[in-house]
C-alpha cells in the first residue's frame, strides 16, 4: 500500500509543468520577440526563445547559440503559456507529499 502511494505521487509529481504550449498559425497569428516558442520541424522539436523574424526565416536562441529556421521547413509553432492550474497544481502535490512524509513518520513513531 504504501509503495503504491509513492508511485502515485511521483507519476503525479513528474507530470506537473508550470507551462503549458499554445498551438499558433504562422499566417493568423503575430510572432513576438522575446517569447519562447516550441518549433517542431520534419524529425525534430525543440524549445527556443525568439530573437526577431524575417520575411522568410526566423532568428531564435537555444542555449545562447543563435539559430537561423526557414520559416518553410516549420511543421508546427506552439508559443509557451504560464499556466496557473498547473502550478497550483504542483504546490498542492509537493503539500500533500510533504503531509504525507510527516504523517507517516509521526504514526511510525507513534506506533513503536
Same mark, same amino acid.
Given at each position: ?6 508511485? @502515485?505521487?511521483? +507519476?503525479?509529481?513528474?507530470?506537473? *509543468? ?5 498551438? +499558433? ?7 513576438? *520577440?522575446?517569447?519562447?516558442?516550441? +518549433? ?9 526563445? @525568439? ?48 503531509? +504525507? ?12
Amino acid at each position: 500500500m504504501k509503495t503504491s502511494i509513492i508511485y @502515485l505521487i511521483a +507519476i503525479s509529481f513528474l507530470f506537473q *509543468s508550470c507551462y503549458t504550449y499554445k498551438a +499558433i498559425d504562422l499566417k493568423d497569428d503575430a510572432l513576438f *520577440s522575446g517569447s519562447n516558442y516550441k +518549433i517542431s520541424q520534419a524529425d525534430k522539436s525543440e524549445k527556443v526563445k @525568439l530573437l526577431f523574424v524575417n520575411d522568410s526565416t526566423l532568428v531564435v536562441s537555444k542555449n545562447d547559440v543563435l539559430k537561423n529556421i526557414p520559416l518553410s521547413k516549420i511543421t508546427e509553432i506552439k508559443e509557451e503559456k504560464f499556466s496557473t492550474p498547473k502550478t497550483l497544481g504542483l504546490l498542492a502535490t509537493l503539500g500533500l507529499t510533504t503531509l +504525507i512524509v510527516v504523517g507517516t513518520i509521526a504514526m511510525s513513531d507513534f506506533m513503536e
